[in-house]
């Protein structure tokens, strides 16, 4: 392999990897607020991805984006106020089942609006050829536009569960519901917020990475999956890990073309998902005793 | 401040409290003590709002508390210790009182939260020196001072500890009773839940004595100390004679 098949393999991946990481991350903040995997999150990608779409035709791009993500918080929003919030005491079961029958639901509706066309935001500077060159590095700048949005909003997260005063809520909320009750948190709020900050994240995923994958009305459930196994990989509820294992799956897949043909890309990250659940359910960075005191 | 007539609930088919009426007055410390499946724990949840009442009237500083939820409790200036301590475990102690503060934030502002927690630091030495420390780290007598801190940090006007004492070290124990009669000697209000019958007996006003979700005794607590069956029943003494 050159040097520059090696460097072209390693940006793809990276690129995947991050909205992998992304979709991971918007996982692990549900599960931590719930204890429940939210299975529409892929679709929340779909949607802020073909929102953003529908809407530049009116809208200059940024604007189109933060209205797709603005819409797709909302729809988070709903999805938990409408769904979730009046079950008393729901078991895991029912909560897995709702958020499957809603990712369906969304799936659908997407295939109503816009039909099954594959459909794609604008290049946000150039268009599909434009290439920086760093030596060996050939990098679109819609990569960097990936990298630099998936960076910030981790790093943003970071923050924001560790420096303020809700993200501190959340996070007593995930560790011990009750006692963050008995502070007098509002433990039912940071449900329906942890909804919505996740569903913004993928939105936004799903609005950079669209001029790159396209979008179409079931592109959530190949992203959902891939997000799903990074999650598992980095063990459930730890981010920071999450986004290692997102990055590693999106490099592992891109290099795997080098060995097996590109149709069985997909199957790269279901038997590694495989592979984990046999070998370490509890992650790559996760132990049974740090499962215990998850944090985000 | 709280008054409880005619309480009964439960989990599930399962009735754990009959008919239960009691009351606590401001500035006192009214134990209730009891052995293992009494229904102790249940009576403060009830209280705290973690569980509905099947039955009956639960009022707090003339409120009508029946069907409160314990976020709103804890607005109320109702809050509980639990018990097992339940502290954040995967964050820090300073984090852990911040959250207990996060009500007296909203009422009275950052500046507030900060004197408050200064006053827990005074109270709790040992907080202030592992204040950065995880609370999943800490002793279990160290836990049990995070939990009333942060219990406190709230500035309620009752407070309810269930089974502050248990899986402690006798001499932690006594420290903990210590600075439980401390609080009321700063006009603080508590309802102590107990297995411990002595030492929660020793420092209380009033007690009384759950059996099989039942009020059986209630009392001073000096006579409660004197009573022939509690003696028997929880203080471990066999009368002879």
Same mark, same amino acid.
């Given at each position: 392999?050159?040097?520059?098949?090696?460097?072209?393999?390693?940006?793809?991946?990276?690129?995947?990897?991050?909205?992998?990481?992304?979709?991971?991350?918007?996982?692990?903040?549900?599960?931590?607020?719930?204890?429940?995997?939210?299975?529409?999150?892929?679709?929340?990608?779909?949607?802020?991805?073909?929102?953003?779409?529908?809407? *530049?035709?009116?809208?200059?791009?940024?604007?189109?984006?933060?209205?797709?993500?603005?819409?797709?918080?909302?729809?988070?929003?709903?999805?938990?106020?409408?769904?979730?919030?009046?079950?008393?005491?729901?078991?895991?079961?029912?909560?897995?089942?709702?958020?499957?029958?809603?990712?369906?639901?969304?799936?659908?509706? =997407?295939? @109503?609006?816009?039909?099954?066309?594959?459909?794609?935001?604008?290049?946000?500077?150039?268009?599909?050829?434009?290439?920086?060159?760093?030596?060996?590095?050939?990098?679109?700048?819609? *990569? *960097?536009?990936?990298?630099?949005?998936?960076?910030?909003?981790?790093?943003?997260? @970071?923050?924001?569960?560790?420096?303020?005063?809700?993200?501190?809520?959340?996070?007593?909320?995930?560790?011990?519901?009750?006692?963050?009750?008995?502070?007098?948190?509002?433990?039912?709020?940071?449900?329906?917020?942890?909804?919505?900050?996740?569903?913004?994240?993928?939105?936004?995923?799903?609005?950079?990475?669209?001029?790159?994958?396209?979008?179409?009305?079931?592109?959530?459930?190949?992203?959902?999956?891939?997000?799903?196994?990074?999650?598992?990989?980095?063990?459930?509820?730890?981010?920071?890990?999450?986004?290692?294992?997102?990055?590693?799956?999106?490099?592992?897949?891109?290099?795997?073309?080098?060995?097996?043909?590109?149709?069985?890309?997909? =199957?790269?990250?279901?038997?590694?998902?495989?592979?984990?659940?046999?070998?370490?359910? @509890?992650?790559?960075?996760?132990?049974?005793?740090?499962?215990?005191?998850?944090?985000? | 401040?709280?008054?409880?007539?005619?309480?009964?609930?439960?989990?599930?088919?399962?009735?754990?409290?009959?008919?239960?009426?009691? /009351?606590?007055?401001?500035?006192?410390?009214?134990?209730?003590?009891?052995?293992?499946?009494?229904?102790?724990?249940?009576?403060? /949840?009830?209280?705290?709002?973690?569980?509905? &009442?099947?039955?009956?009237?639960?009022?707090?500083?003339?409120?009508?508390?029946?069907?409160?939820?314990?976020?709103?409790?804890?607005?109320?200036?109702?809050?509980?210790? &639990?018990?097992?301590?339940?502290?954040?475990?995967?964050?820090?102690?300073?984090?852990?009182?911040?959250?207990?503060?996060?009500?007296?934030?909203?009422?009275?502002?950052?500046?507030?939260?900060?004197?408050?927690?200064?006053?827990?630091?005074?109270?709790?030495?040992?907080?202030?020196?592992?204040?950065?420390?995880?609370?999943?780290?800490?002793?279990?007598?160290?836990?049990?001072?995070?939990?009333?801190?942060?219990?406190?940090?709230?500035?309620?006007?009752?407070?309810?500890?269930?089974?502050?004492?248990?899986?402690?070290? &006798?001499?932690?124990?006594?420290?903990?009773?210590?600075?439980?009669?401390?609080?009321?000697?700063?006009?603080?209000?508590?309802?102590?839940?107990?297995?411990?019958?002595?030492?929660?007996?020793?420092?209380?006003?009033?007690?009384?004595?759950?059996?099989?979700?039942?009020?059986?005794?209630?009392?001073?607590?000096?006579?409660?100390?004197?009573?022939?069956?509690?003696?028997?029943?929880?203080?471990?003494?066999?009368?002879?004679?």
């Amino acid at each position: 392999m050159s040097l520059e098949l090696f460097f072209q393999y390693l940006v793809a991946g990276i690129t995947y990897g991050a909205v992998y990481a992304v979709v991971a991350v918007g996982f692990n903040i549900i599960y931590n607020s719930t204890g429940i995997i939210n299975f529409a999150q892929g679709e929340f990608v779909m949607l802020g991805g073909m929102i953003a779409i529908s809407l *530049v035709q009116w809208l200059p791009l940024a604007w189109a984006i933060a209205a797709a993500v603005a819409l797709t918080m909302l729809i988070g929003a709903l999805m938990e106020l409408c769904c979730i919030r009046w079950l008393r005491q729901p078991s895991i079961l029912q909560m897995l089942i709702i958020t499957i029958g809603i990712s369906i639901l969304l799936r659908e509706g =997407a295939l @109503h609006i816009w039909g099954e066309g594959i459909r794609s935001l604008p290049y946000f500077y150039g268009d599909a050829i434009t290439a920086w060159t760093f030596g060996p590095v050939r990098l679109s700048p819609q *990569v *960097v536009w990936v990298l630099l949005a998936c960076g910030c909003m981790v790093a943003a997260l @970071h923050l924001f569960f560790n420096r303020s005063t809700l993200g501190r809520e959340m996070r007593a909320c995930a560790v011990n519901r009750t006692a963050a009750a008995l502070c007098g948190i509002k433990t039912r709020n940071m449900v329906t917020l942890s909804f919505v900050l996740s569903a913004g994240m993928g939105a936004l995923a799903g609005c950079m990475i669209s001029p790159i994958t396209y979008t179409q009305y079931d592109s959530g459930a190949a992203l959902a999956l891939k997000g799903f196994t990074a999650a598992i990989l980095g063990g459930l509820g730890n981010s920071m890990a999450a986004v290692a294992a997102g990055l590693l799956l999106g490099i592992l897949e891109a290099f795997s073309i080098t060995l097996v043909p590109l149709a069985f890309q997909d =199957a790269v990250a279901v038997s590694l998902l495989l592979l984990i659940l046999f070998i370490k359910p @509890h992650g790559l960075f996760g132990s049974s005793a740090v499962a215990r005191l998850k944090a985000f | 401040m709280l008054t409880i007539r005619n309480l009964e609930s439960g989990y599930g088919q399962l009735r754990v409290l009959k008919n239960i009426s009691l /009351h606590v007055r401001s500035g006192e410390i009214v134990a209730i003590i009891g052995a293992n499946g009494a229904g102790k724990t249940t009576l403060v /949840h009830v209280v705290a709002g973690l569980l509905k &009442p099947w039955r009956g009237d639960l009022f707090f500083q003339e409120e009508d508390i029946t069907r409160t939820p314990a976020e709103v409790m804890a607005a109320l200036g109702c809050v509980l210790v &639990p018990e097992g301590r339940q502290v954040f475990a995967s964050m820090s102690v300073e984090d852990n009182l911040l959250l207990g503060g996060s009500i007296l934030r909203k009422r009275n502002g950052t500046a507030a939260l900060r004197s408050q927690m200064e006053q827990q630091y005074a109270r709790f030495p040992v907080l202030q020196a592992r204040r950065s420390q995880l609370a999943g780290t800490l002793s279990g007598g160290e836990q049990q001072m995070l939990a009333m801190a942060r219990a406190l940090m709230a500035k309620p006007r009752l407070v309810m500890m269930d089974e502050p004492s248990t899986g402690l070290a &006798p001499l932690i124990v006594r420290e903990i009773f210590t600075i439980i009669a401390q609080l009321r000697a700063e006009g603080n209000t508590v309802l102590l839940i107990e297995q411990n019958a002595r030492a929660a007996l020793d420092i209380a006003d009033r007690g009384y004595v759950l059996e099989t979700g039942k009020i059986i005794v209630q009392g001073k607590a000096a006579e409660l100390l004197a009573n022939n069956d509690v003696q028997r029943a929880y203080l471990g003494r066999e009368q002879i004679g």
